[in-house]
């Protein structure tokens, strides 16, 4: 017998009874901590989509700006257009419908066509004042135009000047539930336009 034995047993009791309340008191904490889980995972989840959304909106706002500034681009850069409507028709590249290819282009992976509009707006200043020359759009009918014979965005036409203005609008839809998280729309409309001055005097369409 060791010196460390008592003469009747182990020294030391049991330890085991001593930590059965301990463990009840464990399984408590967790069965706690799941039902803290639940309740709390629908408004984790919502922050969540909720930050994806913001990031989608941006991504489309950013992509609508820079498919508004190479459309205005490549009208101001034009001389005539053929009045094409149609962008499964652009043979030449002269062909009106340039605009909208370009437009999606720029755009993707948004399709601006089938959700948003692409609006193209010429004003000329033959010595009367601004007047709109001609306008054009593609997507949505429903989709109205900001532009005017007295809104260019500031930009002043000189009389026998011209300026371009391409206008993308597109529809942003949130996520149903991030959507209500932050009280949001179920459709919100995004805008971006840009004006550039016409370079060759036009552009103008050929009858």
């Known amino acids: 017998m060791s010196r460390f034995d008592a003469p009747f047993g182990p020294a030391f009791p049991d330890p085991a009874p001593a930590h059965r309340p301990q463990g009840r008191a464990r399984r408590k904490n967790r069965g706690a901590g799941a039902i803290e889980f639940a309740l709390a995972a629908p408004l984790l989840l919502g922050f969540l989509l909720a930050i994806v959304d913001l990031g989608r909106y941006l991504m489309a706002a950013q992509l609508a700006a820079a498919a508004s500034s190479a459309v205005a681009d490549l ?38 066509m089938t959700d948003g509009a692409l609006i193209v707006t010429v004003v000329v200043n033959g010595g009367s004042g601004p007047q709109i020359a001609w306008q054009r759009r593609w997507g949505r009918a429903d989709i109205q135009s900001s532009i005017g014979a007295a809104e260019t965005r500031g930009v002043v036409i000189a009389s026998g000047d011209s300026v371009v203005l391409a206008e993308v609008v597109g529809v942003f839809r949130p996520w149903l539930l991030s959507g209500r998280l932050l009280g949001l729309e179920e459709a919100l409309q995004y805008r971006s336009v840009s004006v550039r001055r016409a370079r060759l005097g036009g552009p103008t369409l050929a009858r």
């Not at 605009?99 to 601006?112: G, H, I, K, S, Y």
């Open 75 to 112: 009208a101001s850069q034009t001389e005539d257009f053929t009045p094409e409507m149609d962008p499964a028709l652009v043979v030449t590249g002269q062909e009106l419908a340039i605009l909208p290819r370009a437009a999606n282009e720029v755009a993707r992976p948004v399709d601006l």
